[in-house]
């Protein structure tokens, strides 16, 4: 089917993976190549992409600038639904794989595409999240995976087939692992860090210091919520790129964020990961601090219940399945009255809670205080006590009775 494919429009890094893929594509399907790039926060990784991909055979190439786009709608709504996998991964490069199909799917619908491609291995989970996104957003469009199609086996047959065609790239033998970077997080695996008890270089390490060397004096900082969404730093109101990106700093200069875990593929292996998530670590920190004293009891344990599985939808890639648009607005409505602020220290990788208000607050001291008080009467308590045991004791009386025969 090679010869029906006239124009694809490629998700483009500019990394080893798909700096491959631009020039196998072209002379495969001997097609035109329309490379998207998307700029989610990378920094100096994006500056080189347009002539790096022009130079390897590209037709165009789109740079668009999501910044706000990704933190808005795909960041701040994790945040919001306290979203983390296997209780450690903040999900910085499963909430960026939805938004840059999507956009992928918009270009190719404008440029009259008959497919898009992705650079993800036939291993990973980007490939499922990427194109199930596509295929949500347009059931008829033809997906190419390079890495389920063509002969090279491993990351450094890519490096030899880049030196034959003269295809710079930013991997050598000598520095295997590959990265993953946006506003939230940056992501490393592969090479030294397939085996798990590989101590991660220091040298690799981008966002944020190690704690031993972050500053000896604490820092802190009020973050402002409203209905959720993190809207202010020390009463500084930003927009949402700014916001992590300043978070990011502050956090990253006082060793915060660093995770190194091995979690379970939805393809069915085990991988070993290392991530920088310094601004994300502290809004999850200071979301729930504030969720604590805005929420229903109840209402706070269902919510509970539901970040894993909302965690789960996200990391397999169904951010536009019907049942996380269910789930979506569940979370909306309990962040109905999570606004306030969130006092914070940060030290030596540390982020611990020291302050939170609320207009909407559900603490009561009145209640709450162990000095004598006039709105509760501790002997309620022994009614409620018996009530709640009387299963309990019921449980214990029969297997009494049964033993005494």
Known sequence: MSDKIKKVVLAYSGGLDTSIILKWLMETYHCEVIAFAADLGQGEEVAPIEEKAKKTGASKVYIDDLREEFVRDFVFPTIQAGAIYEASYLLGTSVARPLIAKRQIEIAHQEGADAVAHGATGKGNDQVRFELTYLSLDPNIRVIAPWREWSFRSRSDLIAYAKEHGIPVPV?????????????????????????????????????????????????????????????????????????????????????????????????????????????????????????????????HLKDSLMPKIAELIYYGYWYAPEMQVLWKTIEETQKEVTGDVRLKLYKGNCMVVGRRSPYSLYSEDFATFEADEVYQQSDASGFIRLNALRLRIRRLMEEKRTRG
Not at 185 to 203: A, K, M, Q, T, V
Not at 273 to 281: A, D, F, I, Q
């Open 172 to 300: 050598t033998k000598e520095k295997p692992y590959s990265s993953d970077r946006n506003l939230l997080h940056i992501s490393f695996e592969g090479g030294i860090l397939e085996d798990p008890w590989n101590e991660p270089p220091e040298d690799m390490f981008v966002m944020s210091v190690s704690p031993e060397a972050a500053p000896d004096t604490p820092r802190y900082i009020t973050i402002s919520f409203e209905s959720g969404i993190p809207v202010a730093i020390d009463g500084k109101r930003l927009s949402p790129a700014t916001l992590l990106e300043s978070l990011n700093q502050i956090a990253g200069e006082n060793g915060i964020g660093r995770v190194d875990m091995v979690e379970n593929r939805y393809v069915g292996m085990k991988s070993r990961g290392v991530y920088e998530t310094p601004g994300g670590t502290v809004l999850h920190t200071a979301h729930r601090a504030l969720e604590s004293i805005t929420l229903d009891r109840e209402v706070m």
